[in-house]
C-alpha cells in the first residue's frame, strides 16, 4: 500500500532507561530514586520485562503523586 501513512505511536509502558530519559534523568539517579522509594517500581508485564507506566511517570513529573501531600496547593 504505497502512501499509506501510519499514525505515530504514543507509548503507553516504558523501558527503565525510556522512563529515566523521561524524566530527564541519568539511570543510576532514576535507579537510586527507585531503590529508595521515591519513585515506584516497575510492572512485571511478562517474565523478565519491567516497564513503567507513561502515565503514571508524567504524574510524577508534575508532582502529581506525592504521598501525604494532599494538603498542599502547588
Known sequence: MKGLIMP???PIMASEP??????DMPLDVFR?????GA???GRHIAPGLVRWDV???KRIGR?????GMDDVTW
Do not use: F, G, M, R
Open 8 to 10: 505515530k505511536l504514543t
Open 18 to 23: 525510556s522512563a529515566a530519559a523521561l524524566l
Open 32 to 36: 537510586d530514586l527507585v531503590e529508595a
Open 39 to 41: 519513585i515506584p517500581p
Open 55 to 57: 502515565d503514571q511517570l
Open 63 to 67: 508532582a502529581e503523586t506525592c504521598d
